[in-house]
């Protein structure tokens, strides 16, 4: 661990980058093998189509890749923390965050995974800013990355029909007050009596898997209807929440970016908060629900259209239950679009920088 620095007057956002893996599979895919069809998945949720990791890609693989497209547009900084928010770690033992750090060549720093499932990375996000507010670290790379096709049944169509593969990152470090990139506010809440609503059963100390644990047990499973109910309502009040920490109006935010789950979430979202829904960004059409990747992919996607100085609002709603809400300016800097094939990177791995 780096010696404790000077505090900084704020943190500000220095790279971001996102990765999908190829595999594309499309709702007529699905109607395939489910009792749905495209037209309801498109009315019900918004969604074209998902991407599924490749047999044998794995959480830190999709992870890593992110990671390197943000190192890349913050310029390849040092850094000296990694947090990995993620539901499907590459193995239950032991972190996936620190195979991630080694892959990247950052050296033997601080890495932890953090398991807030569709609001981990706002959660993350949150826990950088503060590490670094505190001095305890100068620059965190922050990652939110999942492979739902590894935990959700693919014959049930409550989930099969949301769920893909991703991971995006960002890379936060000090920075002057007011300056474009600056995190501003975070709001984070948990509520833990609604455990069942998202979950895996099987697989940890409660019930460990062994031969009586049922293929129910073992996959990923979700009360959409009551879920869908509480993500608006919480979202809506954390985005509250940090507006008026932040000192912004409804009206000065230029861009809404809510957990891509479904689009009909989105619409309610911002209609309850008064924000024009075209502000509400969308990529959950082409990927579907990221998890964790989801907000910082959905960012990488729509950089593009950010102008410096923008106003964002972040909002999360996921298993738990966890939520949460987070604003920041919009910086300058370069992200490369996250549907880049892997052979088309122009850059090698990092390399470690001195310190
Ligand atoms: O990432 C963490 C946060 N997750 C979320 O925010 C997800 C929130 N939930 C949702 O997005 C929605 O609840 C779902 C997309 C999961 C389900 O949509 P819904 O509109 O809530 O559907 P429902 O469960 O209320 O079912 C409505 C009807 C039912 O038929 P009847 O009883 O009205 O005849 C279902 O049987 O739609 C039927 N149905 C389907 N039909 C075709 C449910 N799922 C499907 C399907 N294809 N995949």
């Known amino acids: 661990m780096p010696a404790r620095t000077k505090r900084p007057a704020a943190v500000v956002l220095e790279g971001l980058g996102g990765y999908v893996p190829a595999g594309t599979v499309t709702n007529l895919d699905l109607e395939g093998r489910l009792e749905t069809s495209d037209a309801w998945i498109r009315s019900r949720t918004g969604i074209h189509s998902r991407r599924f990791a490749a047999p044998g890609e794995a959480t830190s693989d999709m992870a890593a890749e992110a990671a390197s497209r943000a190192l890349?547009?913050?310029g390849y900084p040092e850094i000296d923390l990694v947090i990995l928010a993620t539901t499907t770690p590459d193995h239950p033992c032991p972190a996936t965050a620190p195979a991630v750090a080694s892959r990247l060549g950052l050296g033997p720093v601080a890495a932890f995974d953090l398991a807030a499932v569709c609001s981990g990375f706002v959660y993350a996000l949150a826990q950088a800013n503060a590490a670094v507010l505190s001095g305890?670290?100068?620059?965190?790379?922050?990652?939110?990355?999942?492979?739902?096709?590894?935990?959700?049944?693919?014959?049930?169509?409550?989930?099969?029909?949301?769920?893909?593969?991703?991971?995006?990152?960002?890379?936060?470090?000090?920075?002057?007050?007011?300056?474009?990139?600056?995190?501003?506010?975070?709001?984070?809440?948990s509520d833990g009596s609604c455990t069942d609503?998202?979950?895996?059963?099987?697989?940890?100390?409660?019930?460990?898997?062994?031969?009586?644990?049922?293929?129910?047990?073992?996959?990923?499973?979700?009360q959409g209807k009551e879920v869908f109910v509480q993500?608006?309502?919480?979202?809506?009040?954390?985005?509250?929440?940090?507006?008026?920490?932040?000192?912004?109006?409804?009206?000065?935010?230029?861009?809404?970016?809510?957990?891509?789950?479904?689009?009909?979430?989105?619409?309610?979202?911002?209609?309850?908060?008064?924000?024009?829904?075209?502000?509400?960004?969308i990529h959950l059409d082409r990927v579907?629900?990221?998890?964790?990747?989801?907000?910082?992919?959905?960012?990488?996607?729509?950089?593009?259209?950010?102008?410096?100085?923008?106003?964002?609002?972040?909002?999360?709603?996921?298993?738990?239950?966890?939520?949460?809400?987070?604003?920041?300016?919009?910086?300058?800097?370069?992200?490369?679009?996250?549907?880049q094939a892997v052979n088309e990177r122009t850059k090698p791995w990092p390399t470690p920088q001195p310190s």
């Open 72 to 74: 890349a547009s913050a």
């Open 136 to 189: 305890q670290h100068r620059r965190v790379l922050v990652i939110g990355a999942d492979t739902f096709s590894a935990i959700v049944n693919p014959l049930d169509r409550n989930t099969a029909i949301i769920f893909g593969d991703g991971a995006g990152a960002v890379v936060v470090g000090a920075g002057e007050e007011g300056q474009p990139g600056q995190l501003s506010a975070f709001d984070l809440h």
């Open 197 to 222: 609503l998202i979950r895996v059963a099987a697989g940890g100390s409660r019930m460990p898997v062994n031969a009586e644990t049922s293929d129910a047990d073992r996959y990923f499973s979700m």
């Open 231 to 281: 993500a608006v309502t919480a979202m809506a009040e954390s985005s509250r929440s940090v507006l008026q920490e932040s000192g912004w109006q409804h009206g000065d935010v230029d861009w809404l970016i809510a957990h891509q789950a479904n689009q009909r979430i989105l619409n309610q979202v911002a209609g309850l908060l008064g924000i024009d829904p075209r502000k509400a960004v």
């Open 288 to 339: 579907g629900n990221t998890s964790a990747a989801s907000i910082p992919l959905a960012l990488a996607d729509h950089a593009p259209r950010f102008e410096t100085g923008d106003k964002l609002l972040l909002t999360a709603f996921g298993g738990g239950t966890t939520w949460g809400a987070g604003t920041l300016t919009w910086p300058p800097i370069a992200v490369a679009d996250p549907q």
